[in-house]
């Protein structure tokens, strides 16, 4: 049996290997405030501080999922993405490169028993 929690786990675990592959360097996973929580904090190749939520959908065939990772993304958790990234961004300031930045991205991944589709949106806030 395959839980929903389950699938969310191995979602971040491959969205992690591909962050790392791309050149990103993991700073925290599941970082949670009493309003929200972000699956992957990560730095950019170019120092751009970037928080990641990560959409996973798992299924026989990648054409005919009911429901895409990105669909999941939802007005409400976009705000609390947002706060939560602002709060953190005010905590730990020294973790923020001043020229770059920072920004939201979603990854959103299709998961099927031959491969793993992973989709990167870059600055969706």
């Known amino acids: 049996m395959n839980t929903r929690s389950e699938t969310g786990k191995l979602g971040e675990d491959m969205a992690t290997g591909y962050l790392i592959r791309k050149g990103y360097k993991i700073i925290e996973r599941n970082h949670r405030e009493k309003w929200g929580e972000i699956d992957i904090i990560a730095k950019s190749p170019d120092e751009t501080l970037v928080f990641f939520e990560v959409k996973?959908?798992?299924?026989?065939?990648?054409?005919?999922?009911?429901?895409?990772p990105e669909d999941q993304m939802t007005k409400a958790k976009m705000i609390k993405l947002k706060r939560t990234?602002?709060?953190?961004?005010?905590?730990?300031d020294e973790e923020?490169?001043?020229?770059?930045?920072?920004r939201i991205d979603l990854l959103a991944l299709?998961?099927?028993?031959?491969?793993?589709?992973?989709?990167?949106?870059?600055?969706?806030?």
Do not use: F, M, R
């Open 56 to 68: 996973t959908s798992k299924g026989d065939n990648v054409d005919k999922l009911l429901v895409n």
């Open 85 to 92: 990234a602002a709060l953190y961004v005010v905590q730990l």
């Open 96 to 102: 923020v490169n001043q020229e770059v930045g920072w």
């Open 110 to 125: 299709t998961i099927t028993p031959k491969d793993c589709v992973i989709k990167h949106y870059q600055n969706i806030s």
